[in-house]
């Protein structure tokens, strides 16, 4: 039977503890997609529940993106390769492009629209951020294992690699 102390280091074992967006030749992001990218990052590392089935953590994790796929690079905290696949973006791409509409919708209407019309579109951004997030799951399923919150933040940040060129 595990002790309480193994326990707290098996949950401090499967988490990232460091996340880069690697985008050599990326545009500049809009203040909007800056600022989501930033809160997804700061949200993930603070909390997240992230483990590969054949290797312990805590991980640090790269994201690399070409026009259809997302690259991930899974290190070790000494910076040693432990894991790489990656996710085609076919499936993906249709809530990727609406997501991207909405929220630029959403952003526009913070400026000119009444509450009730921001909340409409803020409750359509939700729940496409919602099924981004779970087929993000079911695409990982095997090879990564986490939580809602984490995929919720994963598909945040590949919709950030992804917001130029999505079509």
């Known amino acids: 039977m ?18 880069r967006l690697d985008q050599p030749d990326s545009p500049r992001l809009s203040p909007e997609a800056e600022h989501e990218r930033s809160i997804a990052i700061y949200d993930l590392i603070e909390q997240n529940s992230f483990s590969l089935p054949d290797a312990e953590g805590p ?9 259809r796929h997302i690259h991930f690079d899974i290190r070790s905290v000494d910076d040693l390769p432990i894991a ?9 791409r249709r809530i990727i492009r609406d997501y991207k509409m909405v929220c630029d919708s959403y952003y526009d209407a913070i400026r000119t629209k009444t509450p009730s019309q921001i909340q409409s ?11 981004g ?10 090879k990564v294992i986490m939580d809602d919150n984490t995929s919720r933040r994963l598909f945040s940040l590949i919709c950030v690699l992804k ?5």
């Open 163 to 167: 917001s130029r060129g999505v079509t």
């Open 59 to 67: 991980y640090h994790l790269i994201l690399r993106s070409d026009m």
């Open 121 to 131: 579109i803020d409750m359509g951004r939700r729940s496409l951020h919602n099924e």
């Open 133 to 142: 997030s779970v087929l993000l799951r079911e695409r990982l399923e095997g």
């Open 84 to 92: 790489g696949f990656f996710l085609a973006m076919g499936p993906l």
């Open 2 to 19: 595990a002790s309480g102390d193994d326990m707290m280091s098996a949950g401090e074992a499967a988490r990232i503890v460091h996340i």
